[in-house]
């Protein structure tokens, strides 16, 4: 599978105190695995639009740039964790993007007090959350970048 489907997130926890919200959050379970890398943090549970179980891997955000010069900014630069969401066993990527959205709603409705994003391919803005807006959706093709910057400057934290 070539696309990566991620929820990003504004938290002033720690990763580990963000995945503990996750699991409870989304009724998951926390999975000891070794191949994973420090800070990082794998849960799985039930899907919510396929047979089967979504896979979550939760670490910090390691694709933002703290001091960005403007031309290289990006909609996910202040986003302190970043949760890569899969179906077990699933190569079908419209479905992964499908429960990736449905994982980012369910905690969106949640109306938490932690931004999100939700992006798909590492380059395109699906929707973002943030507590006192709700949630808008973004046209297709809107990327991360600076490129697109007035279509997700109002919806994104900086």
């Given at each position: ?18 995945a503990?919200?996750?699991v ?16 990082q ?13 979504v ?21 996910i ?14 190569r079908?990527?419209?479905a ?25 391919a ?8 943030l507590?006192?807006?709700g ?7 809107t ?12 919806w994104?934290?900086?």
């Amino acid at each position: 599978m070539s696309n990566s489907d991620t929820i990003f997130l504004a938290s002033s926890e720690p990763v580990d105190a963000t995945a503990a919200w996750l699991v409870d959050a989304l009724r998951l379970e926390r999975v000891d695995d070794p191949d994973l890398r420090e800070g990082q943090h794998f849960l799985r549970g039930r899907a919510r639009t396929a047979d089967g179980r979504v896979l979550l891997v939760v670490g910090p955000n390691v694709y933002g740039e703290t001091d960005p010069e403007p031309e290289d900014v990006s909609a996910i630069d202040r986003y302190t964790a970043v949760v890569d969401v899969r179906i077990a066993g699933s190569r079908n990527e419209e479905a992964q993007a499908k429960e990736a959205r449905a994982v980012f709603d369910e905690l969106a409705a949640l109306r938490p007090p932690i931004p999100l994003v939700l992006a798909t391919a590492m380059s395109l803005i699906v929707a973002a959350y943030l507590p006192d807006a709700g949630v808008h959706t973004f046209p297709p093709r809107t990327t991360l970048d600076a490129d697109d910057i007035d279509a997700w400057r109002p919806w994104v934290i900086n």
